[in-house]
């Protein structure tokens, strides 16, 4: 031991310290179990004052007390006795401590309370460090049997027991903590992993997807296709900055999600300036030529409110050309790292055709489309286009609801009496 301090130190006072600090005892609440055996050693050794405590740098700190006052909470490790203790390894027996060169000039010898009677066991850890100790006292001198000693002895080491149990608990316990902030981070992850599946495939083919590692391809054999491209946009990126040009993409193809998703219609992919979506798939719905028409007006008047706000900014704006046609196809997942959900057939391609052949502004229909739904809106003709092997395809311009099943005077929102027509009220 050293005599740096004014008190005695062992010589592996840092590893003393370190050892008692990983078992996070010090300052820790009251238990009965180290009360128990506190008690235990003073009626054992038919002492008035026992105690079991701990020494962690210059602090001495009682874990369990008895036959003290409640506020005693430790002293000074200068003044206090087991601070001899724990630099052994052995039980320290003073019978008079009156007499005792190593105590007899404490504070708590000389002055109140006026101790003479001193036992103490340090707490020996498994790896050899004496980190506190158990302890009893008497304010009259005696002595204290051999089978008493080994009795405190015996204490001593149920008391490191119930210290190993108790730091496993605490491991334990913040290992759990650890496994369930795992747990959460997990789930975290999960859900968000599951969040941006669901927005990049529908909710049906995600949970299909999910469930079984992969999607059949399914036959359709009625869907309505949405094909919207921009006017000019070729040229447009010549002489636009990329920053500019993203984000005005990204202005009218976040108007056109919201108007799909309000009116049924499942967004597929956006090809460039390019954006196709259809309805009808993978949900069945006997209206989905109804619901891609309207999801198209209202593509339409997204687009005419942001080209106005942009006119009054004299800002370029985007015009846009919608194609729309329906027909039988096939539907499925392709890709192994990243997933796209598409559609494939002739219908599809009819639609793409209908789009090229359409004019900005406006939303051009096959024959098939406009004979679903004439009865909700205004058409007008416009001749047929030659395909090749194919007989020639008629073409209409749909240019709004009629007055009956309009909201406002251009005919491009539905009135209630369609709204409740295309989304019915269950039972």
Known sequence: MTAEKPYPVPDNEAERNKALRSYKVMDSPPEIAFSEIGELAAQICECPVSYVSFIEEDR??????????DDFKGCPREI??????????????????????????????????????????????????????????DFKPQNLSIEKQETLRRLAQQLVSLLE?????????????????????????????????????????????????????????????LFADVKGFTSFTERAEPAMLIGMLDRYFAAFDEAVARHKVEKLKTIGDA??????????????????????????????????ERERLRLPFFELRIGIHTGPLI???????RFTYDIWGDA???????????????????EQ???????YFEFAGRGSVEVKNKAALGMYFLER??????????????????????????G
Not at 331 to 337: K, N
Not at 348 to 366: D, F, K, T
């Open 60 to 69: 001495f700190w009682f874990k369990a007390k008895y036959g003290l006052p």
């Open 80 to 137: 206090a006795f087991c601070s001899i203790t724990v630099c052994g390894s052995e039980i320290v027996l003073a019978p008079d401590l009156a007499t005792d060169e190593r105590y007899r000039d404490f504070p708590f010898v000389v002055n109140d309370p006026h101790f003479r009677f001193y036992c103490a066991m340090p707490l020996i850890t498994p790896e050899g460090y004496a980190i506190g100790t158990i302890c009893v006292m």
């Open 165 to 225: 149990h108790r730091r496993r608990m605490i491991e334990l316990d913040e290992t759990m903590r650890e496994l369930d902030k795992a747990h959460v981070a997990l789930a975290r992850e999960k859900a968000q992993a599951e969040e941006l599946l669901n927005r990049v495939l529908p909710v049906r083919i995600a949970d299909e997807l999910k469930a079984n590692g992969k999607v059949e391809p399914r036959f359709h054999p009625s869907a309505t296709i």
């Open 275 to 308: 954006y196709v979506a259809v309805a009808g798939v993978p949900e069945l719905d006997r209206l989905h030529v109804l619901h891609a028409c309207l999801a198209a007006l209202e593509m339409l008047e997204a687009t005419a409110k942001i080209r106005a």
């Open 331 to 337: 539907a499925g997942v392709v890709g192994r790292q």
């Open 348 to 366: 599809v391609n009819v639609a793409a055709l209908m789009e090229s052949n359409g004019e900005p502004g406006r939303i051009n229909v096959s």
């Open 369 to 375: 489309v406009y004979h679903y739904v004439k009865q």
């Open 401 to 426: 609801l009629k007055p009956d099943f309009a909201m406002d005077a251009a005919g491009r929102r539905p009135s209630d009496r369609l709204i409740a027509l295309v989304n019915p009220l269950p």
